[in-house]
């Protein structure tokens, strides 16, 4: 069993996506992802631990990878396609209840801002670490967020913007969700925001990377 989870983790991590996948090269004609994944649960193997000690464990390693300056975003978003055909098996076992997500966290690119690339990057990390994400997609204003908050109370915001000139509104959009919501979890990231702004503008957490992102997270639910 530890064997074929390892599999699915390294189809994952290499971005294996399913047999017919061309890539990578040195996989080519093995199954992947997709494939190991259905061959798991034929074995019985319980959908959580196909989750944790495949799946996630897969994007883990991606993603420390990707701070590391070791992979690029397109062996990322391989990962993430990986990662995201095997999830449509275990789709039933989630909404059954059987499996159980971390938490669900909301995330958009703030008001004026329609840079989504490392958005979709830190979105797909945490939802591949188990997390339901939320995508509110760009140019993200206050009230969207606070009108999902009330659909999924308990969750975590995020917020991401690249240029200097829609950091102000991220500003306003940190005030106006901490006015009405002010236990909310708010992290921060994108190109121009650092520790100094986010400390300035009262946002709970700076990260520059997805995987700091999925950790903070995972800290806050321990
Ligand atoms: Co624009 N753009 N752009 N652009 N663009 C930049 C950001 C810019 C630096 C280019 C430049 O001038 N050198 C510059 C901003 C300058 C500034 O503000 N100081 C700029 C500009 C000026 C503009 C326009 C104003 C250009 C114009 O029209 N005159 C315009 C603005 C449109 C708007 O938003 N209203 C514009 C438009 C566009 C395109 C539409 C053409 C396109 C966006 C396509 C898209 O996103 N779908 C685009 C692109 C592609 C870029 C560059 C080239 C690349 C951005 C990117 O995707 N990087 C960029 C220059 C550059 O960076 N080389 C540039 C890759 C991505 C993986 O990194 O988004 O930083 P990044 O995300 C990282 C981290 O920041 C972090 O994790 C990610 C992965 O490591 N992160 C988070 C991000 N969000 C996070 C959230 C978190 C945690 C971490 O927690 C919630």
Known sequence: MEGLLEKIAYCVEFGKINKNAPYPPDMKDQDGADELTKQAIDQGINADEIL????????????IKFRENKVFVPQVLMSAKAMSTAMEHLKPFFQSGDVKRKGTFIIGTVA???????KNLVAMMIEGNGWEVIDLGTDVKSEKFIETLRSY???????SALLTTTMVNMEKIVKDIKSEKPDI????GGAPVNEEFREKIG???YSPDPQGAVEYLNKLIA
Not at 52 to 63: I, N, R
Not at 153 to 159: Q, V
């Open 185 to 188: 979890k708010i992290l921060i």
């Open 112 to 118: 004026g801002d329609l840079h989504d690339i490392g």
């Open 203 to 205: 946002a709970d957490f």
């Open 52 to 63: 944790k000690k495949g799946l996630v464990t897969g994007m883990e390693k991606v993603g």
């Open 153 to 159: 109370t308990g969750s975590y915001i995020g917020l």
